[in-house]
């Protein structure tokens, strides 16, 4: 079955422990990307990748950073956690040109 | 710079009526794609249905049609025969098809209850 996966699904932490977000998609899809979610502001982009080494920033990166080794795997780092990226984060991959994204199933967040 | 626009507060329909949400958007690209997804309340992201902004006939899917007016640059989605499980939050979003990042613009999104 084609998909995105992403692990874990809730999370909860404290201030400065840092984490790391897995995303994995079986489509041999180039692109990747990760949004997160907040009330009333509906999705923004954190990091995309074009392809394998190949990474730049969305609109909101401050507090974030990604890698890109494995076509497959897309992971979201957060080095040192803060309260304010308490948020759903969710992680898609399309293929370079194509229309639809496929999304993951979100992940959780919360730092205390 | 892309923007998404959708107003519209809390909408409520009655099961089997149709209902319309409104997506306006701006853009300076002559080549882009809009977009619908639904997202209940177990939180993952529905893709609905798209439009391509060269696309001369309207899209389809099942009981989603998406009204696209490109001189207003609106992108309205319809729901026909509204069903219990159609209630969800409903975002509109847009990419342009020029430059390297396929990213997503989301508006805020439009909350969706539908009444038995």
């Known amino acids: 079955e084609a998909q995105v996966t992403q692990n874990p699904r809730y999370l909860i932490t404290v201030t400065g422990k840092k984490l790391t977000v897995t995303c994995s998609q079986n489509?041999?899809?180039?692109?990747m990307s990760w949004y997160r979610q907040d009330p009333g502001l509906g999705l923004r982009q954190i990091y995309y990748?074009?392809?394998?080494?190949?990474?730049d920033k969305g609109d909101v990166p401050e507090g974030y950073k990604v890698s890109r080794k494995e076509k497959r795997n897309f992971p979201l780092i957060l080095e040192s956690p803060s309260p304010n990226q308490t948020s759903l984060y969710f992680c898609?991959?399309?293929?370079?040109?194509?229309?639809?994204?496929?999304f993951g199933p979100g992940t959780r967040l919360t730092v205390t | 710079a892309q923007k998404i626009t959708q107003t519209q507060p809390g909408m409520f329909v009655q099961e089997k009526e149709a209902v319309t949400l409104d997506c306006t958007y701006d853009?300076?690209?002559?080549?882009?794609?809009l977009f619908w997804y639904k997202q209940p309340s177990s939180g993952e992201m529905i893709f609905l249905i798209y439009q391509g902004s060269y696309d001369e006939q309207n899209a389809t899917e099942g009981r989603y049609s998406l009204n696209f007016q490109k001189a207003r640059k609106s992108a309205n989605l319809v729901i026909s025969a509204s069903q219990l499980g159609d209630s969800a939050m409903y975002f509109c979003?847009?990419?342009?098809?020029?430059?390297?990042?396929?990213?997503?613009?989301f508006g805020k999104g439009i909350t969706l209850s539908v009444r038995p």
């Open positions: 489509m041999n899809h180039e692109y």
């Open positions: 990748s074009m392809n394998v080494e190949v990474t």
């Open positions: 898609a991959s399309s293929l370079q040109g194509n229309y639809e994204q496929y």
């Open positions: 853009t300076s690209d002559q080549s882009y794609g």
């Open positions: 979003a847009m990419r342009p098809y020029t430059g390297a990042n396929s990213k997503l613009t």
